[in-house]
């Protein structure tokens, strides 16, 4: 503890001090013991900026590979276009379409039946009789014109009322008015059958129905199939696409144009989510460097040389360059075929294992059972069945490890039984790191996207890109679940545990600076009284000295001011 220097004045002067100038000088120096745990406290406190900071920009790249892992994310979108927008539009392709090409000849479009009864001169004539309607194969339904519904506008509003599945209104023109009826279902399903036995009372005129148009279903071939449908819209046809009749397709010397309807897979959009991916990581590279300089003030940044900081550098700068051994089997067209002949796999410096389809179930010599054989090995490698571009499928195997570890060795014999097509592993076609899809790393740890080599990838190998993504133990599940473990959104993070390990030691920095406060307070109360009542001592001293030398003068006739 420092010392406090204080000057009391003569003590015979009868001034006294400054009793809370004093006080404050004493609380001050003994409040000089907080200063480390302040400072300690203030830099713990930056830190927890810093992380938070850091945390978020995480959650932000987390988000982004996210939407390249989900089965429904930025890689499930398709986009479409049609060889002839006139006679058929491209609405809508879900995330369950598959890509590819489709042909499609519209014969005939659907119609919607409809019909009208004989006009009438003045619309508020006053109607009798009844009229029965049907619609499809459905129960007709009688209405009887009554006082609430003989007129043109009242018999058309009882009509709606009764929910018969037409929609009634009334037409006026040159001619006249007359009762318009309109199916609520297209197609043959809505075709109406009408009968009438109305009456226009102020002519005695007879209100016949007329049929205007009948209701049909379109007729269409697609891919050479014949399909009926009710609608003009279209969305049961093609799996996942919905598309728009809107004319009977042209015939050109005697045969009708075949519109060739594609289903793309939407490469401009994962082009654009890539690119936001790269700029959210290199965001995130570039705070972890800048935490590795001096503040402007010449200081160190909070986190600078802290293990927190270099677990951070270290984890996300191996993942990003890392690889994850894959290959796959020779596509085949139907996942379905019987397949014969064996398949050996090794991991790294492992055993092989073998898998001999004749040994499989029956029922089980494809694919699909093949991968589910490999799987409950257990033997450090993930198969999955993909379907490419054009529909064909094949087996993909990605390793558990990444890296030379985790590298495999594939020897197969196997046979399509039905196309007699061999089946051959082929390591090096699919994609293993981020480098196979355009990016390069810079010196600085940041990362820059071609996009162009990105698009021709997912032109030329789109389920290898997916596969790079979402397959078990792929490079985006591994990178995706990195990036979750480093923030702070999981509470076993690295980020999070680092502000739990802060907020411990801010709490027992905070707990001594309350407590000695308490200490000092009590202290200040304490000597205020001790100094005030001193104060009051040294300015009583001139008065009792004054009164000891009157009385010494009284005694002894001795005055000690004039010596005489």
Not at 257 to 265: A, D, F, R
């Amino acid at each position: 503890m420092g010392t406090v220097g204080i000057s009391f004045g003569s003590p015979t002067a009868g001034t006294g001090f400054d009793v809370s100038s004093t006080v404050s000088q004493i609380v001050g120096n003994l409040s000089n013991v907080e200063a480390p745990w302040k400072k300690q406290l203030s830099a713990a406190q930056a830190q927890d900026t810093a992380i938070s900071s850091l945390g978020s920009l995480l959650s932000t790249l987390s988000t982004d590979v996210g939407n390249f892992t989900d089965f429904t994310g930025v890689l499930s979108g398709k986009q479409g276009s049609s060889s002839d927008p006139n006679v058929v539009a491209l609405t809508a392709a879900s995330t369950s379409a598959t890509a590819g090409t489709h042909t499609i000849v519209v014969h005939s479009l659907a119609t919607t039946s409809s019909g009208y009864l004989d006009n009438v001169t003045n619309a508020g004539d006053t109607l009798s009789g009844s009229v029965s309607i049907q619609v499809g194969s459905g129960a007709a339904k009688t209405i009887t014109i009554n006082s609430s519904s003989n007129t043109l506008a009242k018999l058309a509003g009882a009509i709606n009322n009764a929910g018969i599945g037409v929609t009634a209104s009334v037409l006026t023109d040159a001619n006249g008015s007359r009762l318009s009826l309109v199916s609520s279902t297209s197609g043959s399903a809505g075709a109406l059958t009408v009968t009438s036995a109305v009456t226009d009372s102020t002519t005695s005129a007879s209100l016949a129905y007329n049929a205007a148009s009948p209701g049909a279903n379109a007729s269409i071939k697609v891919d050479g199939v014949d399909i009926s449908t009710p609608s003009n819209t279209v969305s049961t046809v093609i799996p996942g696409v919905t598309f728009q009749l809107l004319a009977p397709s042209p015939v050109t010397s005697g045969s009708a144009e075949t519109v060739q309807v594609q289903v793309l897979n939407d490469n401009s959009a994962v082009v654009s989510s890539f690119s936001s991916m790269v700029s959210d990581y290199n965001a995130v590279v570039s705070a972890i460097n800048a935490q590795e300089t001096n503040t402007t003030s010449g200081t160190p940044e909070p986190l600078f040389g802290t293990p927190t900081l270099t677990l951070l550098q270290e984890q996300l700068l191996s993942a990003i360059s890392g690889s994850t051994p894959n290959g796959y089997l020779t596509a085949i067209s139907n996942s379905s075929d019987t397949l014969s002949g064996t398949l050996s796999i090794a991991v790294g410096s492992g055993s092989s294992a073998t898998f001999d389809l004749s040994t499989l179930p029956s029922g089980q010599q494809n694919l699909a059972g093949l991968a589910t054989a490999i799987n409950a090995a257990h033997i450090g490698v993930t198969a999955s069945v993909m379907r490419d571009s054009a529909g064909q499928s094949r087996l993909s195997l990605a390793s558990a490890s990444m890296g030379t570890s985790g590298a495999l060795t594939v020897t197969s014999t196997i046979t399509d039984s039905t196309t007699s097509k061999a089946l051959d592993y082929n390591p090096n076609s699919d994609i293993k790191n981020l480098a196979s899809l355009g990016v390069t790393q810079g010196n600085d740890g940041t990362i820059s996207l071609d996009q162009s080599t990105l698009n021709a990838e997912l032109t030329s190998d789109y389920s290898g890109v997916l596969a790079f993504f979402q397959n078990a133990n792929s490079w985006g599940t591994g990178f995706s679940s990195l990036v979750g473990n480093l923030g702070t959104t999981s509470a076993h993070g690295t980020l999070a545990l680092a502000l739990k390990a802060n907020s411990q030691i801010e709490s027992s920095l905070n707990q001594n600076i309350s407590h000695e406060n308490i200490v000092i307070s009590a202290q200040q109360v304490s000597l205020t009284l001790a100094l005030t009542s001193a104060n009051e001592i040294l300015q009583s001293i001139p008065t009792n000295l004054n009164n000891v030398n009157e009385l010494y003068t009284a005694i002894t006739g001795y005055n000690a001011r004039t010596n005489h």
